[in-house]
């Protein structure tokens, strides 16, 4: 199960630009909250999002206005393109028999033979994968393991087993694979070009030979007539 994050909030009883440029500089997030009877406009620390924006792992929010908590998802969240500091962010309200769309990292374990003993390299396609669930059952992660994937492997999302989820991709969107490495292929290049320079340096040397072996013949034989 998701664990939650809560975050203080207060409700805002104006929304103009210049109240709103005063909470930034308070250090406080503008942000609304969708999916209830109303839309919620309201304000939150940015020190309160440290934990649930800075993170791989997925979390549900608990918003605290004092007289009542609401159960809820980030759905958007905007920075600042110089600051990096965060400028708004939109809420979506929860509810137990309504399925929500929501982004789950995935969590690789496990060794994989065609990068241990093959030489390839794990190139991680999907770090995210969308999911709808209901909220009590969205998972905290996906897990998968690549302890059988060899070199040219490929795992697809159809190999998942989400039973209380769905996956929101087509059932041929690569995850992972495992890749021959740039260095494996330079090496592979490097002994052909070998072994091609010593298939020509043997057949030159053989013409050689030949030659060599026709040139005293031919003298031999001028011998003999003299």
């Known amino acids: 199960i998701m664990k939650s994050i809560e975050i203080k909030s207060s409700k805002r009883e104006s929304t103009g630009k210049s109240s709103t440029n005063l909470l930034r500089k308070e250090g406080n997030v503008p942000c609304v909250l969708y999916g209830g009877d109303e839309v919620i406009h309201f304000s939150a620390s940015e020190l309160g999002f440290k934990n649930l924006v800075y993170t791989s792992a997925a979390h549900t929010v608990v918003l605290d206005f004092g007289s009542k908590k609401v159960n809820a998802i980030l759905q958007d969240i905007q920075f600042h393109p110089v600051t990096d500091k965060i400028i708004h962010a939109d809420f979506y309200e929860l509810h137990d028999d309504k399925a929500v769309t929501m982004e789950i990292p995935v969590i690789i374990s496990g060794s994989a033979p065609g990068v241990m003993n093959s030489g390839g390299v794990l190139s991680r396609n999907k770090r995210k994968l969308k999911v709808k669930a209901l909220p ?65 340096s043997e057949e030159a040397e053989a013409g050689t030979s030949a030659e060599s072996q026709e040139s005293k013949s031919e003298e031999s034989k001028e011998g003999a007539e003299e």
Not at 150 to 173: C, M, R, W
């Open 136 to 200: 009590a059952k969205l998972p905290d992660s996906i897990d998968i393991d690549i302890s059988s994937m060899e070199l040219g492997h490929k795992f697809y999302t159809s190999q998942i087993v989400a039973e209380d989820f769905e996956l929101l991709h087509p059932d041929n969107t690569v995850i992972c694979q495992v890749r021959t490495s740039r260095a494996s292929m330079s090496l592979a290049d490097a002994t052909d070009d070998s072994s091609e320079g010593e298939e020509v």
